[in-house]
């Protein structure tokens, strides 16, 4: 009788992980996203964080934190990629634009370019900020970092990240 209620309380908390997961899919997948500047790769990232995260599952002891939870696995292993990952340029489809879009999107492509140049911490730190509109005590929930470490270290990533595309507009004006 025990063996069953065991069995029958893992199987409740099991399903109650699967459904958290499926409902966090579509955020995640945007987070991913955002960090890593390639739908493809962060289909792949997704899909690893969920099944490190079905593998982990009996970590997770309060169902009401699942997605920070899911999420901190998920930047793991997005900051794994970007890490590991040979960063190749990829061309992406991209919607048509009426001639009104054209500055924003050649804006769009300038801060891509830019993004890629910065180290992988700071490329996370913005795909939270940003891709994700964290706060800063999310941020530090999500890697694991204290709150006043990701106000300096998101501080220098925009820093850096002005600083590219200062030299980059430089650069451009230069060979007008």
């Avoid at 390639?38 to 982990?56: G, I, T, Y």
Wanted: glycine fraction near 6%; charged fraction near 30%.
């Amino acid at each position: 009788m025990l063996d069953v209620a065991i069995r029958t309380r893992v199987g409740t908390a099991d399903d109650a992980v699967k459904d958290a997961l499926l409902a966090g899919f579509p955020a995640a997948r945007r987070l991913a996203t955002y960090i890593l500047r390639d739908p493809s790769a962060a289909e792949d990232a997704v899909q690893e964080a969920a099944l490190l995260a079905w593998d982990r599952r009996r970590s997770l002891r309060d169902l009401g934190a699942a997605e920070a939870w899911f999420s901190r696995i998920l930047v793991n292993v997005c900051k794994r990629q970007l890490r590991h990952a040979a960063r190749t340029l990829t061309l992406v489809e991209m919607e048509p634009v009426g001639d009104d879009g054209r500055e924003m999107l050649s804006q769009r492509d300038e801060l891509g370019r830019a993004i890629r140049r910065l180290c992988p911490e700071e490329q996370l730190l913005l795909g939270l900020r940003y891709g994700r509109d964290m706060t800063v005590s999310q941020m530090a929930a999500v890697t694991g970092v204290r709150e006043g470490t990701v106000k300096s270290r998101l501080h220098a990533a925009h820093e850096h990240l002005r600083a590219i595309l200062d030299a980059d507009r430089r650069r451009e004006e230069a060979f007008r």
